[in-house]
């Protein structure tokens, strides 16, 4: 059974930064593509990253040059650091296995001063 487990989220002020977790077991780790998205109140959630087992990194407009993926297949984890946060970074951050309908309970990031 594949399962996900967010840590890391928190309340930091505008400009600051946290670095998301996310354990993922129940599936062949390193052979997989790994999703980070976030569930922002009044917009549904949205795509912040996406991350290849070969090192390959995407990100979404709103995040890039502030945001970095990155995994450590040894340890099943992928991790989002996040530095500059903007208010509107503010949601809870999931992250999943692309193609898999199962996701983490997510961790709440709230950006406010």
């Known amino acids: 059974q594949e399962q996900f487990v967010e840590s890391g989220g928190g309340l930091v002020q505008p400009g600051g930064s946290l670095n998301l977790s996310c354990v993922g077991s129940?599936?062949?780790?390193?052979?997989?593509?790994m999703v980070w998205h976030r569930q922002v109140p009044g917009k549904g959630r949205e795509w912040v990253a996406t991350?290849?087992?070969?090192?390959?990194?995407m990100y979404d407009d709103s995040v890039r040059g502030r945001f970095t993926g990155y995994r450590d297949n040894g340890k099943n984890t992928v991790y989002l650091q996040m530095n500059s946060l903007k208010t509107e970074g503010t949601g809870v951050y999931c992250c999943?296995?692309?193609?898999?309908?199962?996701w983490g309970r997510g961790n709440q990031v709230t950006v406010s001063s």
């Open positions: 991350l290849w087992p070969g090192g390959v990194l």
């Open positions: 999943q296995k692309a193609g898999s309908k199962t």
């Open positions: 129940g599936f062949p780790f390193s052979d997989e593509i």
